[in-house]
């Protein structure tokens, strides 16, 4: 053996022996092939709105409970830092990875760069566009937008007819399209027979509460105070924004509001009075699907999807829940009866 190829040799050497020594020290979760518990990577847009948390809490907990361990990132609605969080999910070399995409269309590149190395990718609550998605669980998110347009028809001071603002969500977030959606279906006939009108139309960039503020500040001083009878809020955040603005009118309580997620300060404002109805999604479903369905994928077995959904390339497989409209009359039996917010929280005793 020349000196040269015996210096390969010890290098070779060395180097595996330096590879066994780091996976012997990694941080949790250890080295891919030391590991004896499959590793899952979860992605989040935001963990800063109440209904993330609680996601992130239970799909956690669920795939503990499945032997599995769960390395949680969140991108704080920055693309860039969403795409850092997924290469470093990929570099410790998760089994599978979960992403809730702040944008669904900038994620198709994590999706991208989990295959090429090896590492499959599932869609949460927000679908990603574009690219091989491997699954995608969510809910009927049509038909939240069904659920609030058409528990605002029933509930105008003269039903079926009335002057709409409509707050939607963020135009990054492929739900937000699909929530408008469902509300126009429930809506156009109607609009059509010349009863309802929709008024003011905006998108709250980021689901941000501030942005859905200043869109219905800017409805209220366009249309005046007497010049629309509901807001169609998408989700419970953005309701909140538009509840401030119509509090400084003394406007909160005269004026149907929707929203989504039966979000705490949600269910309070409702029995309040100050917000009207919203959307309960049962996120534990989906927390505990999104578990098992990616401890599954990381011991290689098969999973079983009842739909697929077209994501621009692909039919993705796909699971998507039920979900329900909320107002005071029925928080009791659905909400507080589930388990998902205390009543005592809720009712304030
Ligand atoms: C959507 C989600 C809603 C709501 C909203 C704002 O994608 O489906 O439940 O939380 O984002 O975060």
Redesign the pocket.
Known sequence: MSIKSSLVVVSLLLSILIGLFLGKNSAPGGDADSRTRPLIGLSL??LK?E??QADSDLFKKRCEELGADVLVQAANGDDTRQINDVQALISRKVDVIVIVPHDGAAMAKAVRLAHEAGIPVIAY??LIKNCDLDVYL??D?VKVGRLQAQWLLDHLPTPGKGRIVLVN??KT?N??FLFNQGAMEVFQPHIEKGDVQIVWEDWAED?KLDNAKKIVNAAISKLGATGFDAVLA??D?VAAGAIQALSEEGLAGKILVTG??AELVACQRIIAGTQSMTIY?PLKKLANNAAEVAVKMAKGKPIIANQTVNNGQIDVPSVLGDIFAVDKTNMMETVIADGFQPKEAVYGK
């Open positions: 847009d935001t709105e209904r993330w609550d927000r969510s809910f998110n969500g963020s977030d739900n937000a689901w998408a989700a955040g989504q997620d999604k």
